[in-house]
């Protein structure tokens, strides 16, 4: 699983720290973390929550392109 | 957010650390069993199972803590310092509650247990080494993280 960089630039564009979000969404610092570098699969509530915090949609922050298309 | 206070990551990480060190005291006592069957008694019962069961306790409470699964995001400064309080209080009672049954158990009758004190004491140091040594991993993983 590769880095998620939407999640991270979205994150940066609302400038907020992976801290804020954590805080935000109730999950710690390190899952957050996890999430961005790849490390963990989040359930489809988490990411939901990670986007209304973030306003962004499912597939801004999580859809990955398919680049056979 | 469950009753235990953790998020879904750490519930998955407590999961699996949970189930690997079952195995592992499941396997450690087989052996142990085993041993015991072709005639090498390595300690005397009571210290052995202790043994054993400090070690397996041991090695899941320090990858917990090493793996960020101890305590949840719920609980601030105050929840932290009391669930360490309490913690701290319940390890010095069942550590006193320990001593007790073993001093009025009389254990140590026998004359081939005398490495059994020795041997507690050395694993109880390696654990706190050990313990001491994640817990300035992890503060410095906290601040390498970001």
């Not at chain 2, 397996?56 to 917990?64: N, T």
């Amino acid at each position: 699983m590769g880095k998620n960089l939407k999640l991270k630039s979205a994150r940066a564009a609302k400038d907020m720290s992976q801290k804020n979000i954590a805080d935000a969404v109730g999950v710690t610092r390190q899952t957050i973390n996890a999430i961005e570098s790849g490390d963990y699969n989040p359930s489809i509530k988490l990411c939901i929550a990670i986007c209304k915090v973030l306003g962004k949609t499912l597939n801004d922050i999580f859809w990955e392109e398919d680049n056979h298309e | 957010m469950n009753r235990s206070g953790l998020d879904e990551m750490q519930l998955l990480k407590r999961n699996q650390i949970g189930n690997q060190c079952f195995l592992l005291l499941l396997y450690m006592l087989m052996i142990d069993t085993g041993l015991y069957g072709f005639g090498l008694r390595w300690i005397n019962y009571p210290a052995n199972i202790m043994i054993i069961l400090t070690i397996c306790s041991g090695i899941y409470v320090i990858r917990l803590i090493a793996g960020n699964a101890y305590v949840g995001p719920a609980g601030g400064r105050e929840r932290t310092a009391l669930r360490t309080m309490l913690t701290t209080l319940i390890a010095v009672g069942i550590g006193f509650a320990v001593v007790f049954l073993l001093k009025t158990a009389n254990f140590t009758t026998n004359s081939r247990d005398n490495m059994a004190a020795p041997i507690l004491f050395i694993v109880a140091a390696v654990a706190i080494t050990v313990a001491a040594t994640v817990a300035i991993v992890s503060h410095i993983q906290n601040k390498t993280d970001l």
